[in-house]
């Protein structure tokens, strides 16, 4: 069974960038789509965009247009997600997530990274 | 872009049955997958396709989706299962998921 291992929780300044990593052991994630989510404190769940590493394509959402990049590894089965020209509207925990049984819905979440934006 | 709407809370005594509806237009010509997700911990899909339950999910849980709204519907409510509820279709006119706001159920 495939899990996702997400880096540590990281403190950013207004203005910098922010690369999480999100790695799967048990398995390789290069025929799935890895999705990043964000969570706000206290809020909902807000899809950011995807990457399927076998072909090297994303998709990004619209409101993160311009200032998210995903990247992906196959080698070491690892994704990236970097947020830049953050804002303290950036403090939230990241998640990556798979779908194994279909491109649909998530069954395979990372734990979350923190990231919190402070001066 | 479809929008998701959930009442933000509902509450049942342990033993009891809770339903967490999920709005949406015509939501019933939709697949439906809901989350569980409790305080500090990353999400948890526990009903797939409008109904279908993953291994290691307790047949408590159980799913349905009809004209305008979705329904989880949770027998036996246990303290356990106090979490925020989140509902997600794929919207196909953008070719993304949309998550509903979440309901937090709270077991008295």
């Known amino acids: 069974q495939v899990q996702l291992v997400q880096s540590g929780a990281e403190v950013k300044k207004p203005g910098s960038s922010v690369k999480v990593s999100c790695k799967a052991s048990?398995?390789?994630?290069?025929?799935?789509?890895v999705t990043w989510v964000r969570q706000a404190p206290g809020q909902g769940l807000e899809w950011m965009g995807r990457i399927i590493p076998i072909f090297g394509s994303a998709n990004y959402a619209q409101k993160f247009q311009g200032r998210v990049t995903f990247t992906a590894d196959e080698f070491t089965s690892t994704a990236f997600m970097e947020l830049s020209s953050l804002r303290s509207e950036g403090t939230a925990v990241y998640y990556c997530?798979?779908?194994?049984?279909?491109?649909?819905?998530?069954?395979?979440w990372g734990q979350g990274t923190l990231v919190t934006v402070t001066s | 872009s479809y929008v998701l709407t959930q009442p933000p809370s509902v509450s049942v005594a342990p033993g009891q049955t809770a339903r967490i509806a999920c709005g949406g237009n015509?939501?019933?010509?939709?697949?439906v997958h809901w989350y569980q997700q409790k305080p500090g911990q990353a999400p948890v899909l526990v009903i797939s396709y409008d109904s279908d339950r993953p291994s290691g999910i307790p047949e408590r849980f159980s799913g349905s989706n009809s004209g305008n709204a979705a329904t989880l519907t949770i027998n036996r409510v246990e303290a356990g299962d106090e979490a925020d509820y989140y509902c997600?279709?794929?919207?196909?006119?953008?070719?993304?998921?949309?998550f509903g706001g979440g309901t937090k159920l709270t077991v008295l």
């Open positions: 997530a798979i779908g194994t049984r279909s491109l649909y819905y998530f069954d395979i």
């Open positions: 997600q279709v794929w919207d196909t006119s953008s070719d993304h998921p949309v």
């Open positions: 048990g398995g390789t994630f290069s025929s799935y789509a």
């Open positions: 015509n939501i019933g010509s939709e697949s």
